[in-house]
């Protein structure tokens, strides 16, 4: 149990030991302490921050070169009792890593410690009696994760005081935690981030360090330092997986799965710090017990925080409903995750609105607390940890095999891209996926070769349902209590999007069977894309390509960057030998592509992209229009652009030029908007428009104005994305409106005067009727999934499904274009339909229907295209590249 006893000497005392390169691994003294505190005593062989650093913890923002430096330095000089293993990359090339720290018994047997967890957390391959053999030698395990937004800056300096602490300490406190507990520390998981914020605030540092809040130190320029190399929230990464940062901890997390997961993370600086339990609303996923867990960890916590006098809070915010967050994903295999937030100075030192002074220490030496504190709940409750995991997990298997969707099929003819995008994705989260490698008949239903299936009962069952379910609901009391916070005007506490179900948003058709299916389950790598083929590739006149799913997008890119002359048709056409293509195929001659290594580069595209090619030796076509006709159109590679910096919103930014580059494949020229104002766009062939967290109207004079738009009525293609569509309109580039809310109260009439006539209000429900605002924006939504249905007679959606899903996030709504100004080419569906996922409020549910998504408005010999909820957003909309694709390289082609 607790030992009260060591709270009063848990106060980290930084050493007063001269900073000189020269000691580096000369052991230390132990550190000076106080009088009036009880001193740890800290081994002399282990070196601290100091001499390996050349300065004392806090007293300088480490960058990531040095956090590596000292782990690498420690893991080094005591290897019996850690071990660094590095994970990844990021996207700048910065080593992504953690370390196993435990006694040395633990650490020689590191290499079993995923098997066993894995053993001990599968009911199918032992049995009780097996399990219980294993919790008997099998350690605890925490696994504490610092630093995933670059500029919360105090944790990762906390996780080399922790190591230190950990490694250096003699009291028998700590060797009693590692004897039975192996702590896994990732110090830094978004090191571009933490280099972002550390070569820009030294910068700006004068003569001494300001705690002004105001001053340059305390402000960081766009895009400030929270995000990674393309600007993504990290946090929000963990259902989709796109960036290497979170993949590859997502693997580490696999291969070593712990009982206990904590992100630590920093917030506004008049705060104290917060820990776990969390705010509602909890995803119904998370179980009780875990709920009990978090209690346990909360309560230690405390008590450290007691004892050093540190103020902190729980509950209040940071919700754990959404499970894109590290703190969240561990959650839904068995794991017990959790955030920790502490005040940051977000420099040196930072002055509070009560006058005191914030200092990065302060910062650094919480998150150490909380780190041990933790450290110390998982090896006290080794046992009841090691049991619940167990529990957990059986109790998985055991709802999957009774759940009346026993078995979930992934065989989507209309997308095959998406399709495996899908199940690779799934197989990356630790899932079980099975594939037949012949056709099988499930559920009365032949399925093709290569179909996935996934099968519920397996220990990850609530991780599958919590991706996979279209529909996951918040306690109804908590929603009733938000409606009546809306009608006071008072914010909603939900702290991010509510709908996230992954076939949604990559259009995938998942379909459930109560059966059981029994077969191979994939050993190997299902790879994100599957690679496609040539089918005759001596074909005499050309090669034909379906484009209407991401592996066609990804090939139109690929073509155009390899210098081929690509041909898209409008309309769907059947070739006399080929078959049926929907509209928006590709077509390449041998006529227009006079090469003889043609067929291999097809093949390398094919390869690369997933798309197939089919070879023809005629052109003859029996319906639609054949390759010469003007619905055919010969694309040319377009010169993209994204407007970059101030006011854009740098997430839409980097999301926008991450599915272009990343997802297509195209190269993106970023153009600061102090540019985009003053230079001229000649050569852009395309230029889009973020969301925007400031308005673009005050950045664009009169003059910059009309010289966009000259160069749209030139031909250019202007795409505005989710705001910068409301900017679009204000700008006069497009012909429509915004909408208030459709139960705004009445504007008052203009002649009325103080006194007016009598109303009465009969019931409660009215008198909230009654004072409801005139002209009130529609609520803000915080991110709800949204059905949208497609006009299909137009060249921009050509080979574009019927029916797509959309986010819907904030509270824009746009009035349709009228028929003569433009197309509207994508709106929300109509009545109930229009919820796919997540939470509408019950006004804006009302007014969505039948408004636009999409819409294309001519300008001279070029066009607008607006989107008004955002394709990229986040870049897991996966269902949107075939419609993205067309808006970059066949608008650019109808403009000419
Ligand atoms: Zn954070």
């Known amino acids: 149990m607790l030992k009260l006893t060591r709270l009063s000497r848990m106060k980290w005392q930084p050493t007063g030991v001269l900073a000189l390169a020269a000691l580096i691994f000369t052991p230390l003294v132990a550190s000076a302490q106080s009088q009036s505190e009880q001193p740890y005593t800290y081994q002399a062989d282990v070196p601290s921050v100091e001499p390996v650093l050349g300065y004392e913890i806090g007293t300088k923002i480490s960058s990531p070169d040095a956090i590596y430096h000292y782990f690498l330095a420690l893991s080094e000089s005591q290897s019996e009792r850690v071990k660094l293993i590095e994970y990844g990359r990021s996207w700048e090339g910065r080593p992504l890593f953690f370390v196993a720290v435990s006694a040395p018994h633990n650490i020689a047997q590191l290499p079993d410690y995923g098997a066993n967890m894995r053993a001990l957390g599968d009911p199918r391959e032992t049995s009780k009696r097996e399990a219980e053999q294993l919790m008997r030698t099998v350690p605890s395990s925490v696994w504490l994760s610092y630093g995933v937004h670059g500029n919360e800056i105090s944790s990762p300096e906390a996780a080399m005081m922790t190591l230190y602490h950990l490694l250096a300490d003699t009291s028998e406190d700590t060797k009693s935690w590692l004897d039975n507990t192996v702590v896994f520390i990732d110090p830094l998981q978004n090191p571009d981030g933490r280099a972002r914020f550390v070569s820009r605030y030294y910068a700006t540092v004068g003569l001494m360090h300001d705690a002004d809040r105001r001053s340059a130190e305390h402000n960081e320029p766009w895009p400030q330092g929270r995000s990674n190399h393309y600007l993504f929230d990290l946090n929000r990464d963990w259902i989709a997986l796109t960036q290497p940062e979170i993949k590859g901890h997502v693997a580490a997390l696999r291969d ?63 919700d754990a409903f959404y499970p894109g967050y590290g703190a969240s994903w561990p959650l839904y295999s068995g794991s017990v995750a959790m955030t920790y937030e502490m005040a940051s100075a977000r420099g040196h030192q930072f002055e509070r609105k009560d006058g005191s002074t914030l200092t990065y220490l302060d910062g650094v030496e919480r998150h150490f607390t909380s780190s041990l504190a933790t450290i110390e ?91 996979l379910d279209e529909q996951i609901d918040m306690a109804t ?17 939900i702290y991010d999007v509510t709908g996230w179900s992954l076939p949604l948003m990559f259009d995938v058709d998942v379909t459930y069977c109560d059966d059981t299916v029994t077969l191979p389950i994939v050993d190997g790598t299902i790879e994100p894309i599957a690679p496609g083929r040539v089918i005759n590739p001596a074909a005499q006149v050309g090669f034909i390509v379906q484009a209407d799913d991401a592996n066609g997008s990804r090939f139109i890119a690929a073509a155009l960057r390899a210098g081929l002359a690509v041909k898209q048709s409008e309309l769907p056409f059947t070739h006399e030998k080929a078959g049926t293509f929907p509209a928006g195929t590709l077509i390449l001659t041998r006529a227009e592509n006079n090469d003889s290594d043609l067929a291999k580069t097809l093949e390398r595209l094919a390869y690369d992209t997933g798309a197939d090619v089919v070879g023809v030796d005629s052109s003859w076509v029996l319906d639609g229009p054949n390759f010469g006709s003007e619905n055919v159109q010969s694309l040319t590679a377009p010169r993209i652009a994204v407007a970059w910096d101030e006011p854009v919103s740098s997430l839409s930014a980097g999301h926008t030029r991450f599915v272009i580059e990343r997802q297509l494949g195209y190269p993106v020229t970023a153009i600061r908007t102090t ?132 986010t819907f996030t904030g509270n824009q709504v746009f009035a349709p274009l009228s028929i003569d100004k433009g197309r509207n080419l994508a709106w929300f569906a109509a009545g109930d339909e229009v919820l796919a996922s997540g939470l509408l409020w019950p006004e804006i549910k009302q007014q969505l229907p039948f408004k636009p998504q999409l819409m294309v408005e001519p300008l001279g010999e070029g066009m607008l295209i607006a989107y008004t909820q955002s394709p990229t957003y986040r870049a897991y909309m996966d269902g949107w590249l075939p419609l993205l694709a067309n808006s970059l390289f066949l608008a650019p082609a109808k403009t000419k």
């Open 256 to 318: 070593f799965p712990p009982l206990l997961f904590v992100d630590l993370h920093e917030m506004g600086g008049d705060s104290s710090y917060y820990f776990t339990p969390e705010a509602r609303p909890y995803n119904p996923y998370i179980t009780e017990s875990q709920r009990e867990i978090l209690h346990w960890v909360g309560r230690n916590n405390a008590e450290w925080f007691d004892g050093a006098g540190y103020d902190y809070y729980t509950r209040e915010i940071f």
């Open 377 to 467: 709940t998982a090896s006290i409750r080794r046992e009841e940890l090691l049991s619940r995991y167990r529990e957990y997990r059986v109790s998985a298997v055991e709802q999957g095999r009774d759940s009346d969707k026993r078995t979930v099929i992934l065989a989507d003819a209309n997308n095959k891209a998406g399709q495996q995008r899908l199940a690779s994705l799934m197989q990356e989260h630790g899932i079980e996926v099975m594939s037949n490698s012949s056709a099988v008949e499930v559920c009365d239903t032949r399925y093709p070769k290569g179909s996935y299936f996934v099968d519920l009962a397996q220990p990850n069952y609530r991780l599958i349902r919590v991706l």
């Open 477 to 493: 009391d908590f929603v009733e209590q938000q409606k009546q916070r809306k009608a006071n005007l008072l914010n909603d506490q």
């Open 675 to 806: 540019q985009l104002v003053s230079s001229s766009l000649e050569g852009i062939d395309v230029l889009l428009m973020p969301e925007s967290q400031a308005s673009y109207t005050t950045y664009f004079s009169a003059s910059s104005l009309k010289n966009l738009r000259d160069w749209v009525e030139r031909g250019g293609v202007l795409i505005t994305l989710g705001n910068a569509t409301g900017w679009a309109v204000e700008a006069g580039l497009l012909s429509t409106h915004m909408e208030y809310a459709t139960h705004s109260g009445v504007a008052d009439d203009a002649s009325e005067t103080v006194l007016k006539p009598a109303q009465q209000i009969e019931s409660e429900d009215a008198l909230k009727e009654h004072i409801k605002a005139s002209e009130k924006m529609p609520d803000y939504v915080p991110g709800a999934l949204v059905n949208v249905n497609v006009d299909q007679n137009h060249w921009l959606t050509a080979g574009i499904q019927s029916e797509l899903v959309a």
